[in-house]
């Protein structure tokens, strides 16, 4: 069994920072690919910043120069780094990660998700 559990949400003012943590922990073969995505009410799930195994990062085009993902690898733990923040970044924030796990002796890719953590940017 797999778990990605979050951590570091909360009401923040515009302009100010918040981190974010998300910790795998079960019976993982290797972490591949990790990532956060958002959700504000009322639209679609999107993809805020991924990070590869190898370090390799991706954002989506509102948060790039404000966020900035990283990963321990020996803690199994990825983070965001979010500063500037906007009202418009105001969403639900879920982790992502793609995992390998062994099941019956086969080794089988699959992507996992946190609980969720609430990120409010107001005044």
């Known amino acids: 069994q797999v778990q990605l559990v979050e951590s570091g949400g909360g009401l923040v003012q515009p302009g100010g920072s918040l981190r974010l943590s998300c910790a795998a922990s079960?019976?993982?073969?290797?972490?591949?690919?990790m990532g956060w995505y958002r959700q504000a009410p009322g639209k679609q799930r999107e993809l805020v910043a991924a990070?590869?195994?190898?370090?390799?990062?991706n954002y989506a085009d509102s948060v790039k120069g404000r966020f900035t993902i990283s990963r321990d690898n020996a803690k199994n733990t990825v983070y965001l780094q979010m500063n500037s923040l906007k009202p418009e970044d105001t969403a639900v924030y879920y982790c992502?990660?793609?995992?390998?796990?062994?099941?019956?002796?086969?080794?089988?890719?699959?992507?996992?998700w946190g609980q969720g953590t609430q990120v409010t940017v107001s005044s």
């Open positions: 992502n990660a793609r995992i390998t796990v062994m099941v019956t002796m086969v080794l089988r890719e699959y992507d996992y």
């Open positions: 079960g019976s993982i073969f290797s972490i591949n690919a």
């Open positions: 990070i590869t195994s190898g370090g390799s990062t």
